[in-house]
């Protein structure tokens, strides 16, 4: 067989002599690159999560700006005087922060990604108005 026809996994079947040494190696390999990576992960997710703190969502500069983006954009689709049926009434209250940010930032359905548009800081005071009391669609 020659090479080109050969697979990625080719290289993981066992030796000649019928022992896995190779596959074994490989995976102790990938496992340990996962390990290394995943508490890195959970890490960057804790971070994003302290934002968050009550502190952070009752700072007033936060919700000012927040409000300001709101009304610069998102009120078309989701404020009063939107269009009906055009995008969903809000409904905070029924929702963490962390799950607004990501749909700001990732976008749902119909709704679009707003990464490219809005800073991270930007998002996250879109949520701080969105979540707070003085939010008025």
């Not at 995943?38 to 934002?51: F, H, L």
């Not at 905070?92 to 799950?99: A, I, N, S």
């Amino acid at each position: 067989m020659s090479l080109m026809r050969r697979g990625p996994l080719d290289l993981i079947k066992h030796r000649k002599d019928g022992r896995r040494g190779f596959q074994s190696q490989a995976i102790v390999l990938l496992l340990s690159v996962w390990v290394l990576t995943v508490p890195n992960i959970v890490i960057a997710g804790d971070a994003e999560a302290a934002v968050f703190s009550p502190e952070y969502m009752a700072d007033v500069k936060n919700i000012e700006l927040g409000k300001t983006l709101w009304q610069k954009q998102c009120r078309h689709c989701h404020g009063a005087s939107a269009y009906p049926g055009k995008a969903p009434k809000l409904k905070p209250y029924k929702y963490k922060p962390e799950f607004v940010y990501k749909r700001i930032t990732n976008g749902f359905r119909k709704m679009p990604s707003w990464k490219a548009v809005f800073s991270t800081e930007e998002r996250r005071a879109i949520v701080t108005y969105v979540m707070n009391n003085q939010f008025s669609p």
